[in-house]
């Protein structure tokens, strides 16, 4: 990978039409294109911009070019075009469904005509791919003489393991990110989609034990999720498959080697085989409730084997019983139709800072205490 001080000589040599420039250093580029372009009309055009260095070295001011210039940028995260300066800020929208569904049509029935059997699977591909056309082009190209029943076995799989293509390019701006902000992305991801800002920003604090509304609105500048007109946290279908396949390869063969974990079957296997570990942090269980649904057992045992494990949710379930014990580590604890009139009674519940255990229908007294002293001090 070449420097920015090659892409400073680059820039001298086409705009003067001077071969073979080489300022050295970075500084005397600076001063070579301040003074060799300051008076020429430009249209410079910067694509993938993911530094403040890159614009400073590149395109430090607005004196460094002639009259008339014209300087566009790229890049995946609005701060940074803040921070620098520019009047003109765009964002590229996402293709509207009609022109989703003339460029997916093309890409996948070469002669234009498109066959009715393939019409709601179609949708079903504009939906997945949020609009973004190398999404629609990558995925045309794998269904382009295929079936239905291929169309939709290919769908499946690609929404539980999305290309890799696809996946490379979504996960650039993810690696920009530093640790924390990684953290709040996969968790916002794998467990909070559809949440209420407000409970999502709730449930990090007392996570990390510090506010993370400013790692919230990072993920925000760079695209990687959005706060929808009733303000719930909304990231986009590839995005967040993106990060669920982030934190599925972490242990692919077993789920119970990975920081979360959001998926049903995924869950009752660890929970009911007591194969929980210390790599677990989160447990979310969120699923539908199906009719003649096995109730999930679970007694506990391997909380001991979960000391890392901050935030347990579970809504829409049936448990046969309450365990016998949990995590002293939670931080976190919300229940619904919690199968018990009491916690278990070694659970220390010091670090725990959210207690939410709705529509138990009778509670002991001590467990009404114990949460009216949570909801009012915490």
């Not at 300022?23 to 403040?52: F, M």
């Not at 990558?138 to 079936?147: D, P, R, T, Y």
């Not at 490379?168 to 920009?176: H, M, T, V």
Request: glycine share 6%.
């Amino acid at each position: 990978m070449h420097g920015l001080v090659h892409l400073q000589n680059r820039l001298l040599s086409e705009m003067v039409g001077l071969k073979d420039i080489q300022s050295g250093n970075a500084g005397r580029g600076v001063s070579g294109i301040k003074y060799r372009l300051r008076r020429k009309k430009v249209l410079l055009i910067l694509d993938n911009v993911d530094t403040l260095e890159q614009l400073e070295i590149l395109v430090g001011g607005l004196d460094w070019f002639g009259p008339g210039s014209r300087v566009i940028i790229t890049s995946r995260d609005k701060h940074l075009l803040a921070f620098h300066g520019f009047e003109r800020r765009y964002e590229v929208q996402e293709l509207n469904h009609v022109d989703a569904l003339e460029l997916l049509s093309h890409r996948v029935f070469k002669q234009g005509i498109v066959d009715p059997n393939y019409t709601e699977l179609l949708s079903r591909v504009v939906t997945y791919a949020s609009g973004i056309p190398l999404a629609l082009e990558v995925i045309g190209s794998n269904l382009s003489g295929k079936s239905v029943d291929q169309w939709k076995h290919t769908l499946d799989r690609f929404e539980r393991n999305p290309p890799n293509n696809i996946q490379n390019i979504l996960q650039i701006s993810f690696d920009d990110l530093d640790q924390e902000e990684k953290n709040v992305f996969l968790d916002i991801t794998c467990c909070f989609k559809g949440y209420e800002l407000t409970d999502v920003v709730d449930i990090l604090r007392a996570r990390y034990g510090q506010d993370m509304k400013n790692h919230i609105e990072v993920l925000i500048d760079k695209s990687l999720i959005h706060i929808s007109l009733d303000g719930k946290v909304t990231p986009r279908p590839l995005i967040e498959n993106m990060g669920k396949k982030i934190v599925i390869d972490e242990s692919p063969s077993d789920p119970g080697r990975r920081s979360r974990l959001w998926f049903r079957e995924d869950i009752v296997q660890v929970l009911k085989n007591n194969k929980g570990t210390s790599n677990i942090e989160i447990i979310h269980l969120d699923s539908s409730l199906i009719e003649n649904e096995e109730a999930i057992e679970w007694d506990g045992e391997d909380s001991e084997e979960m000391p890392n494990l901050r935030i347990l949710i579970i809504r829409k379930c049936h448990f046969s019983k309450a365990p016998k014990y949990l995590p002293n580590s939670l931080k976190v604890l919300e229940w619904w139709r919690y199968p018990s009139e009491e916690l278990p009674s070694d659970f220390d519940s010091k670090k725990l800072v959210i207690c939410k255990l709705p529509n138990m229908g009778f509670m002991s007294p001590d467990l009404t205490e114990f949460l009216q002293f949570y909801l009012k001090d915490r």
